[in-house]
């Protein structure tokens, strides 16, 4: 969607001039790629980068992207309001861990201290009880609400969330769970 963004087009205009045309002899990826690439990804940033955001806002900053316990120690050493177990849909590096895997140690490593956020994966209420029950503060609804703005709009998307609030009472109910707080580990069966 970047590429419809005023903001977007008036600094690939600027950049036009130094985008490549070819690449080893090879035509060059569409010059609205390269750009994206190289105002978004960053490879100097640090977690110093972290002190720095700290320093200049008092609003809360939750970090995404948390796929490993040692990376939750950090977020929260640097003084992060909470962190999002993601691994941004799978998209960034093929064969990631699954975010389902990871956050039981994540969640063990942060004990509380900081609300741990899931993302990646949910589309149903049984998805949100297992992230709760393997310790997630609340879990995201990434892509099943673009369903909903895509075929109804806001009505849409206030109908996708329903549907997933009612699956999961449902799903905590036939678990024997009355409330969120009833919800832990025991309510899954590790087949291990």
């Not at 110093?48 to 977020?75: S, V």
């Not at 009880?129 to 075929?151: H, M, S």
Request: proline share 6%; charged share 15%; hydrophobic share 45%.
């Amino acid at each position: 969607q970047y590429t419809s963004d005023p903001a977007f087009q008036a600094i690939l205009g600027q950049m036009r001039a130094f985008i490549p045309t070819e690449i080893n002899g090879q035509p060059a990826p569409p010059a609205e790629g390269l750009a994206f690439t190289q105002l978004y990804n960053n490879p100097t940033l640090t977690w110093e980068n972290l002190a720095f955001l700290r320093q200049h806002t008092q609003l809360p900053i939750l970090l995404k992207g948390i796929l490993h316990p040692d990376d939750a120690r950090k977020a929260i050493d640097y003084g992060m309001n909470g962190i999002v177990v993601s691994n941004h849909g799978g998209r960034q590096v093929d064969g990631s861990i699954s975010t389902i895997e990871a956050l039981p140690a994540i969640a063990d490593v942060v004990n509380g201290q900081v609300p741990v956020l899931f993302d990646s994966g949910i589309r149903g209420g049984a998805d949100m009880f297992k992230a709760i029950a393997l310790g997630a503060t609340a879990v995201c609804v990434g892509r099943p609400y673009v369903w909903g703005l895509t075929l109804g709009g806001q009505a849409g998307v206030r109908q996708v969330l329903q549907q997933l609030m009612a699956d999961f009472d449902l799903t905590m109910r036939l678990a024997g769970c009355q409330t969120v707080a009833d919800i832990n580990r025991t309510c899954l069966v590790d087949s291990r």
